[in-house]
């Protein structure tokens, strides 16, 4: 007969060990990568079921890159990769994607008259305004890891030791 095992013991690798911590789930960039990656789906489905199916390319690359920044930030791959500039990187996403999703979310609205254009115009505005969100709270975070690079440059270190050399005088 068996030992059960304790109740304190972790649970043997498996599926779980892919899914992202409830700490990232719970956070606002979690949150905000998860719908993104949602609605870029949702999104992606409307246009292959719709007469708009020319539009499929851009829900589906965003769907793609917020699923691979969602399971980078939550395996802190941004951590491990400091050559990497992330919030740069997701900023850019973030701006070309509110751009892209409002431009084509008013030519499937306007130009084609199946629900699902309609629907995938609907949840492209919708998604416009999740990635703007993303974006304003990206860039700050992008002027807060700018000013932290600007002060670990040469340049700064350089006007700093200038300084100390002028004290001595």
């Known amino acids: 007969m068996e030992d059960p095992e304790p109740a304190g013991a972790a649970a043997p690798p498996g599926l779980s060990s892919l899914l992202p911590p409830w700490e990232f789930l719970r956070s606002r960039k979690g949150q905000l990568l998860l719908a993104e990656s949602v609605l870029s789906f949702i ?3 409307c ?23 969602f399971f980078a930030y939550a395996s802190k ?12 990187a ?24 199946d629900g699902a254009s309609k629907a995938a115009g609907v949840f492209g505005f919708a998604a416009t305004i999740v990635f703007a ?13 700018l000013k932290q690079g600007s002060s670990d440059s040469p340049e700064g270190r350089k006007t700093e030791d200038e300084d100390s050399d002028s004290d001595s005088d």
């Open 43 to 45: 999104i992606f489905i």
């Open 47 to 69: 246009y292959i079921a719709s007469l708009a199916a020319s539009f499929m390319m851009a829900p589906l690359l965003e769907f793609l890159l917020a699923l691979f920044l």
């Open 77 to 88: 791959l941004n951590e491990k990769f400091k050559g990497a500039h992330w919030p740069l």
């Open 90 to 113: 997701d900023f850019l996403r973030c701006v070309t994607a509110a751009i892209i999703y409002f431009a084509i979310s008013i030519a499937a609205v306007s130009k084609y008259s």
């Open 133 to 145: 969100i993303d974006f304003y709270i990206t860039f700050n975070d992008l002027v807060t890891f």
